[in-house]
């Protein structure tokens, strides 16, 4: 042992990938007893790829991972336990109908019979030697969340961890909660603990730890002792640049609204595709076009301007009015969520995972019915309707689990049609033929490799993702939902996927789009909404988006009133 | 604790199952393989009771095809194991898992039981629908309260139907050994049944009854109205992937609710069968666990019209063929159930290798 204190957990150059993709590379890492040590990242940053190197659930490409100082290979969780590595997840892993007591030592203890008394007092003496405050004999059944996670980290402690890694452990718990859990670190810390807390909260950052380590797109990219630090600072090293230009040149490089020869050109096949880009326009459509129209009609050749919102005489053609939506345990989830879409804007929802940007597409997409609150579209109320009424609507609906949205064993064919079956139905009776046509037509037009009695379910994420868009697009929904349009997509099929979604806000549909990918967000939208615990914090118009602000109210910081 | 350093050694490839989809052959030739390991299996069981297992297979399956009587009784055993096959795929395929085709069986047989003596003035015809009629709305009255906790309370369809089975029997008890029971004889056995209700013979010098063409006629009609209705899809659809069902606008609950019925309504018909073609009144026996053989009919059927006949004939020949072999060979007559038995285990066994086959892993299948 030298001087200073040998790291308890660390890891040198680790790398690993997933087939292409590079999780990690060449991270550094120490993490010393008696300290907390913050990972902040955005989301697929590497944090969860790191904690389970460390957990052993991965094992490190390249790079090796040394506990007290000894490289260590391990093969599995067991091996990570048996070496002091305790990890608290988001999903716990206790059996409700037992104690704490028992679910202590459940797969820990040897022996046939349990002595009741002796684990009780056994896992009596763990807590109150690290000053848990959690009775033994109660029934996990009845506890609160947040005392459900402390009998987690007892069940880390008891058996005689040294490193304790929390992965996001606040997503879950009340703002009070949260508070006494990091008295419960900063008493397990006091008590020569090491601890890794995985966040991408600011405040949680500065309130506990003591270092602080940011992971970008699998790097280190800095490392700093949290009194010094600013959370500015940290913002900008979690989003990876200071201000960033809108990207436009995807947009610029596209035909302006109404240029029929250059939609043709980019659909130089399909004499179907979508010609009528003014298809809103037509009677029954209420919208009154015109008021936006000149700017947009006039691009000039390098950029597109932005939608502009119109200053007077139209109405919204979206209005979300004070959503809230409350879990079955009372937890907001929505705010007073309020925003207005107009025709022709593309509207991107940036925000970390859990902020409540998923449960607002499930409540636009009508899966979910909001606590209070309404949507509106054109005017008339469309929250609460059943998705087929939504369909009809004309609210084209793209999840964020496209298998949720598909039947894997279901054809492509029969997934092309069934959410507009009314369509190819004659007295109940499938019109096979007009099914098969417009699957013909949805696969050329939208280039899935796929034939149409191909099961969904052997299809690649990209072809399955333009089979969502094709049953929705093909509608020419007014109002197009789509949430992480990108996730797990190749480089090609991203583009695809949001060339199409620009289609649509040039054909005059709202769109709103809701996505981790930040870039992705401002890359393609004409304004960003922020959200954060449930609550619309931040609303940006693209070119005026500060993405080091955008940064720290994603972390919960920099909050003004909303408005 | 701390282990050594990594160093260069042979990866672990163990064996796994990988998702797929079956190639064509395999779908047909599972079934067959399923046969072939129950009758190992089986073998061991007739070779322990001190007889050939090839003389019982012959008996089992062979003769009763030699000679004309033992043929039609087929079809007679066929007839209600095609409705509660019938009965079950249609359930199943929705993703409701009615194990109560036993009861909703007896409600029909209870149903026409109650119709058929009240029908004497009726044409021969009227009287022959409305006991098909009663059978159907009985059936489906019966599996209306599991469909209902199912889709409006989450309550497990499984252990209700199954539990309203022994309800239904008790009740079926209580009836004929009550205010049913026949004033002359005694026996627990219900009034018999007009003339008129009968159902008639549809092949000469045998037992096989109208309840054979309709049963028939279900198949035809199961398979069309899942293939070619909206409907149909959207059963599918529902069983499949409720999730995605409900995001493409279907309704889960009324498509489970009309799923559930339809499939009593169906089992309900086999008990008119029996009661209407063979018995000609009810008696607490009047099924041999047909609702449950539905329920190998339908999965030995992978639940397909098709395969659904197919099944059904199968396992009416090995009830058939048990009978005659317990006679011939001295063996005990549940071998036939023990066979029934069997191959159910095994097709679900065998079933999983419509979806997974095994692989090898691979070394980057093994990081993750």
Request: charged content about 20%; overall charge positive.
């Amino acid at each position: 042992m030298t001087t200073t204190p040998e790291p308890v957990v660390s890891l040198r150059s680790v790398t690993k990938r997933f087939g292409a993709l590079t999780a990690l590379a060449d991270v550094d890492l120490d993490v010393r007893s008696g300290e907390i040590l913050a990972l902040l990242g955005e989301n697929g940053a590497g944090k969860t790829t790191l904690t389970k190197i460390v957990y052993g659930m991965y094992q490190p490409d390249e790079g090796e991972l040394r506990v007290g100082g000894v490289p260590v290979r391990f093969r599995s969780p067991a091996d990570a336990i048996a070496s002091g590595i305790g990890l608290v997840s988001q999903h716990f892993a206790l059996v409700p109908s037992l104690t704490v007591a028992e679910n202590v030592v459940l797969g820990r203890e040897g022996g046939v019979l349990l002595d009741r008394s002796k684990i009780e007092g056994a896992v009596l003496a763990t807590a109150e030697r690290y000053g848990l405050d959690v009775a033994p004999r109660a029934l996990v059944r009845a506890m609160s969340v947040g005392a459900q996670q402390r009998v987690e980290i007892l069940k880390a402690l008891h058996r005689d961890c040294r490193l304790l890694i929390l992965d996001e452990p606040t997503a879950v718990l009340t703002p009070q909660d949260g508070e006494r859990l990091f008295t419960t670190l900063d008493g397990l810390r006091e008590r020569g603990l090491a601890v890794i807390i995985i966040t991408h909260k600011l405040r949680e950052v500065m309130r506990v730890s003591q270092r602080v380590v940011v992971l970008r797109h699998g790097r280190v990219v800095g490392e700093r002792a949290t009194a010094g630090a600013s959370q500015a600072e940290l913002a900008r090293l979690m989003i990876g640049r200071e201000q960033l230009p809108v990207e436009r040149r995807a947009r610029a490089a596209r035909p302006a609204p109404g240029d029929a020869s250059g939609m043709r050109r980019h659909n130089p096949t399909q004499p179907g595709a979508p010609e009528e880009h003014d298809d809103l326009t037509r009677p029954g459509a209420p919208l009154e076009p015109g008021t936006g129209e000149p700017a947009r009609r006039q691009p000039t050749p390098l950029q597109r301007p932005l939608f502009q919102r119109p200053l007077f005489q139209r109405t919204p053609l979206v209005e979300a009015r004070r959503l809230t939506l409350r879990d079955k345990r009372g937890v907001t989830l929505l705010d007073d969520v309020s925003f207005d879409l107009y025709p022709g804007e593309l509207v991107g929802v940036a925000a970390v995972a859990g902020n409540g940007q998923s449960e607002l597409v499930s409540v636009l997409t009508g899966m979910t019915q909001p606590s209070g609150g309404e949507v509106l579209l054109s005017g008339q109320r469309v929250s609460g309707l059943p998705p087929a009424q939504l369909a009809r609507l004309g609210v084209g609906r793209v999840p964020e689990d496209r298998l949720a949205a598909v039947v894997g064993n279901l054809s492509v064919r029969e997934n092309l049609t069934l959410e507009h079956i009314g369509a190819f139905t004659r007295a109940g009776h499938l019109d096979g033929r007009a099914m098969a046509a417009e699957a013909d037509r949805l696969i050329a037009e939208y280039q899935v490799k796929a034939k149409p009695g191909d099961l969904v379910r052997t299809l690649s994420g990209g072809n399955i993702q333009k089979i969502v868009l094709a049953r929705t697009l093909s509608r020419k929904p007014r109002f197009v939902v789509v949430a992480q349009p990108t996730r797990g997509l190749d480089v090609g099929a991203t583009a695809y996927v949001h060339e199409r979604l620009l289609e649509q806000r040039d054909r005059n549909a709202a769109v709103l789009m809701v996505s981790e990918d930040l870039d992705e967000v401002l890359r393609l939208s004409d304004r960003v909404l922020v959200m954060y615990g449930g609550r619309i914090v931040g609303d940006f118009a693209a070119d005026e988006v500060d993405v080091g602000r955008v940064g720290l109210l994603m972390a919960g910081e920099g909050m003004v009133a909303h408005g | 604790m701390a282990r050594p350093a990594p160093t260069a050694r042979a990866p672990r490839l163990p064996w796994r199952w990988e998702r797929g989809s079956a190639p064509w052959w395999l779908r047909l030739a599972l079934p067959v393989i399923a046969i072939l390991i129950t009758f190992a299996l089986a073998s061991v069981l007739i070779a322990a009771s001190g007889a050939n297992p090839l003389d019982v297979f012959y008996e089992l399956l062979i003769r009763p095809l030699t000679r004309r009587t033992s043929r039609l009784e087929v079809l007679v055993r066929a007839t209600p194991l095609l409705l509660t096959g019938v009965a079950v795929a249609i359930a199943f395929r929705a993703g409701y898992y009615n194990i109560g085709a036993e009861g909703q069986l007896y409600a029909g047989a209870l149903g026409a039981a109650f119709l058929g003596p009240r029908l004497g003035e009726w044409a021969p015809s009227a009287a022959v629908a409305a006991m098909l009629a009663g059978g159907l709305v009985a059936g489906a009255a019966w599996a209306l309260l599991p469909a209902v906790l199912k889709v409006y309370a989450k309550v497990d369809e499984v252990v209700t139907t199954l539990l309203l089975n022994s309800v239904m029997l008790l009740l079926v008890g209580g009836l004929l050994n009550g205010p049913w029971r026949d004033p002359v004889s005694g026996w627990p056995r219900s009034p018999t049944i007009a003339a008129a209700a009968e159902f008639p013979q549809v092949i000469a010098r045998s037992r096989v009854h109208l309840g054979f063409v309709v049963a028939l006629v279900l198949v035809a009609l199961f398979w069309w109205v899942l293939s070619r209705t909206r409907f149909g899809l959207e059963l599918r659809a529902v069983g499949m992937g409720a999730t995605a069902a409900r995001f493409m606008g279907v309704s889960v609950r009324s498509t489970v609710l009309v799923a559930a019925l339809l499939s009593g309504g169906v089992a309900g018909l086999a008990g008119v069968g029996e009661v209407a073609g063979i018995h000609h009144y009810l008696i607490e026996g009047i099924s041999p666990d047909y609702g449950y053989t539905g329920i190998i009919v339908a999965t030995f059927g992978g639940l397909h019209a098709l395969g659904v006949a197919v099944a059904a004939g199968f396992l009416a020949l090995v009830d058939v063929g048990s009978t005659s072999a317990s006679r011939a060979l001295g063996i005990p007559a549940y071998l036939g159930q023990v066979v029934q038995a069997t191959l159910l285990l095994v097709t679900l066994a065998v079933l999983l290798l419509n979806r997974y086959r095994p692989a090898r892993r691979s070394r980057r299948e093994e990081r993750a």
